[in-house]
């Protein structure tokens, strides 16, 4: 039996390549039946690099598909302070991007 399971990752263009390892790595190690909806949230510079993510999934499994959502206007110009980015904010529109 085929599952399939929903992941959410939320970044800028600083965590593209964090973003892509654990991708990687989640598609590395998963069960033959286990598929991923991965959905990322990302603003206009990470949304820069879908083709590289997307490569990342195509490569690693057919069965895997990937997401983009785009929030560059969302968080623009948010109050930033103690290492907390405006991407940081991302997170926050999960409900919105995930509701079914």
């Known amino acids: 039996m085929n599952t399939n399971i929903d992941i959410a990752f939320c970044f800028d263009e600083n965590m593209v390549y964090a973003a892509c390892a654990a991708i990687g790595s989640l598609l590395d ?14 603003n206009e510079k990470a949304m820069e690099q879908k083709k590289l993510l997307s490569e990342i999934v ?9 997401f983009f959502y785009d929030a560059r206007k969302d968080f623009h110009g948010s109050y930033e302070v103690r290492g907390i980015s405006t991407s940081t904010y991302l997170r926050l529109t999960l409900h919105r991007v995930l509701e079914h």
């Open 29 to 42: 190690f998963k069960n033959e039946s286990d598929h991923y909806c991965v959905h990322c949230v990302c």
């Open 58 to 66: 195509k490569k690693r499994d057919d069965g895997s598909r990937i």
